[in-house]
């Protein structure tokens, strides 16, 4: 059974940091690249990053290149570690399988976690 248990996120400042962790479970690391995506009120889910499950690529959305780092552990516990947050960054995160990383083939996913980037 894959289940996917989301930590992290909270209230940060512009400019601030935050680590998002996604503890994955039911399959090994080598079966299911892992993604994050968020949703904002209002507007449409945007995929953010993926991590290959085959070669260990990373693959980030143009809106967070530079800022936004993902990473995987042998315990296949999955990280986003967010720097130089933007108020635009505010959204609830969901971390998801993602097939081949493309962004938008999520089968599974996380209750998620509200991240809120404000003064």
């Known amino acids: 059974q894959v289940k996917l248990v989301e930590s992290g996120g909270g209230l940060v400042q512009p400019g601030g940091s935050l680590r998002l962790s996604c503890a994955a479970s039911?399959?090994?690391?080598?079966?299911?690249?892992i993604g994050w995506f968020r949703q904002a009120p209002g507007k449409e889910r945007e995929g953010v990053s993926c991590i290959s499950s085959s070669d260990g690529s990373t693959y980030y959305a143009d809106s967070v290149k530079g800022r936004f780092t993902i990473s995987r552990d042998a315990k296949n516990t999955v990280y986003l570690q967010m720097n130089s947050l933007k108020s635009e960054d505010t959204a609830v995160y969901y971390c998801?399988?993602?097939?081949?990383?493309?962004?938008?083939?999520?089968?599974?996913w996380g209750q998620g976690k509200q991240v809120t980037v404000s003064s």
């Open positions: 998801a399988t993602d097939r081949g990383c493309r962004f938008n083939e999520y089968d599974y």
């Open positions: 039911g399959f090994t690391s080598d079966y299911y690249s």
